[in-house]
Structure formats: structure tokens, C-alpha cells
């Protein structure tokens, strides 16, 4: 493995009983990428980032992240974050109860600290004390990244994570990743709003039925650009 290569995926490979999700699939990103991982439903893009989550393991191949495999390495596994369309956060608890609480789970050395950082970089201080049953999709979907960063991973997986916001909320969240990609986060997106996502990518990976049927470099070209590329692809 290449050591500038933060994510290396080797003929990787799901299987779930008869069906493969995923086929010989083979990746490899560098650290501060931001990569925008597309494909048909079913094709298997969320089983793919949850093996680089270390939340599954691969049926055959080999997922590197920080030079280990995340579902045997607990460090491998503590430089990952993970935001999807789910928040994972307790209703009942505050915006601030909710990250302690995680902040202990990740054995933080100054955790009262992290989750007022935390909390301030995705604008919600004022919020802190309220339950989180109280606030908007927006403002869930903010703390759920105040969570997801609370660490300081060096890897970011986003699994359709604009799901149900509106117009503002969806660049609110934007404007956040482009803060993360700025900080020179590795970032692996999967959406399927391009609107948002096209002014973050650099890379460009498509799936088609668990395999790799593009993966390039993204130049920053226009919307109908990347739909173009993406219907040619998916063939």
C-alpha cells in the first residue's frame, strides 16, 4: 500500500448469501480527497462505506483506512466519522448531553472542551440545552455532524445526508463540508443531489450494479457535466 494513500480498497468484494453486492472493487484515495461516490439505487454505495466504516467486513479483498483494516482496528476505526440520512442522536437528551455522551464513548481527554467547539462550529451554542426532539431536520442534521466530527477524524463518510432538508438547510450543510474539505478531511459523499455536491467533489467514483465503472479525478465542471458522465456510465 502506498503510504500516501489514506483509503485502499483491494478486489473487494460483499457477498450477502447468493447476491454480490459488490464486485472486485478496487480504490484508492489520498489523504484531503473529496470524493463523490455515485450510483443507481442498489448499487451498492452504502455497502460500501460501511465496510470503510468498519461496520461490515469484506467476503474477500482487502479495505485499508490509515493503513489498517477498520472492522480489525479500533485506531483504524477512530479516524473515521460517519453522517447519514439517520442521526443516531438520543431525542430525549440536549444538543450538549447528546455529544458528552459521545465524547465519553470516544475516551476524550478534554471532552467538556470538544463538545463546546463542537457545538459552536456547527452554530448551535445557543441550542445547546434544548432536547433535541425540539429541533428541526436542519438543526438535527447539524449536531449529528457536530457528533460525527467530535474526534477530530481524519476520514469522513456522508451517506446521503441532505435527505430531507430544504433549500437551506441543504447549503447550510454545504457550507460545512466545504469547512471540513478546507481542514484537508479525506470526505467520501454519497447523494443524489448533484446541485450541492458538485462544488465539493474532486474525485468522482461510480458504481454500477457493485462495480467500479468510473473512477477519475473531477475537475469542477458544470452540472450537466457530471449528469452527463454519470448517464454514461451507468450504460
Do not use: C
Amino acid at each position: 500500500m502506498n503510504l500516501d494513500e489514506i483509503l485502499h480498497l483491494e478486489q473487494v468484494e460483499k457477498d450477502f448469501g447468493d447476491f454480490t453486492a459488490l464486485a472486485q472493487v478496487s480504490l484508492r484515495v489520498n489523504p484531503g480527497a473529496f470524493v463523490l461516490l455515485l450510483g443507481a439505487n442498489g448499487a451498492g454505495k452504502s455497502t460500501l462505506l460501511r465496510l470503510l466504516a468498519g461496520l461490515s467486513r469484506p467476503t474477500r479483498g482487502r479495505v485499508m483506512v490509515a493503513g489498517a483494516e477498520p472492522h480489525r482496528s479500533a485506531a483504524a476505526r477512530a479516524t473515521i466519522g460517519l453522517l447519514s440520512h439517520s442521526t443516531l442522536l438520543y431525542d430525549d437528551l440536549s444538543a450538549r448531553e447528546n455529544l458528552s455522551f459521545f465524547a465519553r464513548l470516544y475516551g476524550l481527554s478534554t471532552p467538556e472542551e470538544r463538545v463546546a467547539q463542537a457545538l459552536d462550529a456547527v452554530g448551535l451554542e445557543e441550542r445547546q440545552h434544548h432536547r433535541v426532539r425540539t429541533f428541526s431536520r436542519g438543526m438535527k442534521q447539524r449536531l449529528a455532524l457536530a457528533r460525527a466530527t467530535l474526534h477530530n477524524p481524519a476520514v469522513l463518510l456522508f451517506d446521503e445526508p441532505y435527505t430531507g432538508l430544504d433549500q437551506r438547510a441543504a447549503a447550510a450543510l454545504s457550507r460545512q463540508l466545504g469547512l471540513l474539505k478546507e481542514q484537508g478531511r479525506t470526505s467520501v459523499l454519497v447523494t443524489h443531489n448533484l446541485e450541492e455536491a458538485i462544488h465539493l467533489a474532486d474525485h468522482l467514483v461510480i458504481l454500477r450494479r457493485g462495480r467500479v465503472g468510473y473512477d477519475a479525478p473531477w475537475s469542477g465542471g458544470s452540472i450537466e457535466d457530471l449528469e452527463k458522465t454519470y448517464e454514461q456510465h451507468l450504460g
